[in-house]
């Protein structure tokens, strides 16, 4: 990765960092089988995981020391927390650390309805919060 990365890196969810938008294609509740990694299961058994490069992207981040957020205008909030929260992302390739919940790579959530500029200029408040400190 280049040395020089910015402060905050924001990913919306849907299509973005999986292939499906949480509130039109799974149903709750989110559940994961036992120590399953980068895949939490819906009412039907349907699949929800990350793209394959994105735990690669997330781990490279943290890192760095980048501030990682979620910015999801979706009408489905607790699903899409459930996701992150079950989710186990997998070490980085030839590391011995254990498997971590994807809900622990992200330091802001905006996840809920509405526009996406309101997302943004609340994680920019927090953002601005965390330098002055």
Same mark, same amino acid.
């Given at each position: 990765?280049?040395? *020089?990365?910015?402060?905050?890196?924001?990913?919306?969810?849907?299509?973005? /960092?999986? #292939?499906?938008?949480?509130?039109? &294609?799974?149903?709750?509740?989110? &559940?994961? %089988?036992?120590?399953?990694? %980068?895949?939490?299961?819906?009412?039907?058994? $349907?699949?929800?995981?990350?793209? %394959?490069?994105? !735990?690669?992207?997330? &781990?490279?981040?943290? =890192?760095?020391?980048?501030?990682?957020?979620? =910015?999801? *205008?979706?009408?489905?909030?607790?699903?899409? *927390?459930?996701?992150?929260? /079950?989710?186990?992302?997998? !070490?980085? $390739?030839?590391?011995?650390? $254990? !498997?971590?919940?994807?809900? #622990?790579?992200?330091?802001? /959530? $905006?996840?809920? !309805?509405?526009?996406? /500029?309101? &997302?943004?200029?609340?994680?920019?408040?927090?953002? *601005?919060?965390?330098?002055? %400190?």
């Amino acid at each position: 990765m280049s040395t *020089r990365l910015p402060k905050l890196v924001a990913f919306d969810l849907d299509y973005t /960092l999986w #292939d499906l938008w949480i509130d039109t &294609h799974v149903t709750g509740p989110l &559940h994961r %089988n036992k120590d399953t990694l %980068n895949e939490v299961l819906d009412k039907y058994n $349907e699949s929800v995981s990350f793209y %394959n490069h994105v !735990p690669q992207i997330l &781990h490279r981040l943290r =890192a760095a020391g980048v501030t990682i957020a979620a =910015a999801s *205008r979706t009408s489905a909030p607790t699903s899409a *927390r459930s996701a992150l929260t /079950l989710l186990l992302v997998p !070490p980085m $390739e030839g590391s011995e650390d $254990e !498997p971590m919940k994807a809900m #622990d790579f992200f330091d802001q /959530l $905006e996840i809920y !309805p509405g526009s996406k /500029l309101t &997302h943004f200029k609340t994680q920019q408040k927090l953002c *601005r919060k965390m330098s002055s %400190n």
